[in-house]
């Protein structure tokens, strides 16, 4: 599986960006994409999960109804819309994929991820 990651600027603060994860490889509809993120000097975060088939989504506390995540079968890409951004929201974005959903919050764990894209830099400024 390859994971492209894309659609990152400077936006100011109040503003949007749509981050775009155009995967490759074998994905079947088990398979979840995430976004993590990961500013300097802080450890990588969790932001938000889709299940590829549908019918799973996880939001991380802090984006919940500022972001959201869909995806694009025919397209074979992940997306993330990031409304209302903040300064402190400036840091790379990666999209990472994993087989199966997991219970009891390993979804939000970096590594429990195989596969990762190569990051795309959101700079919100104040």
């Known amino acids: 599986v390859q994971l492209q990651a894309s659609g990152g600027g400077l936006v100011q603060a109040g503003g949007s960006l749509r981050l775009s994860c155009a995967a490759s490889?074998?994905?079947?509809?088990?398979?979840?994409i995430a976004w993590f993120r990961q500013a300097p000097g802080l450890e990588r975060e969790f932001v938000a999960a889709?299940?590829?088939?549908?019918?799973?989504?996880l939001y991380a506390d802090s984006v919940k109804g500022r972001f959201t995540i869909s995806r694009d079968i025919a397209k074979n890409t992940v997306y993330l819309q990031a409304n209302t951004l903040k300064p402190e929201n400036t840091a790379g974005y990666y999209c990472?994929?994993?087989?199966?959903?997991?219970?009891?919050?390993?979804?939000?764990?970096?590594?429990?991820?195989?596969?990762w894209g190569q990051g795309t830099l959101v700079t919100v400024s104040s």
């Open positions: 990472a994929a994993r087989p199966r959903w997991l219970v009891g919050g390993g979804i939000t764990k970096p590594d429990n991820y195989d596969y």
């Open positions: 490889g074998r994905i079947d509809s088990d398979y979840i």
């Open positions: 889709i299940r590829w088939g549908g019918g799973r989504i």
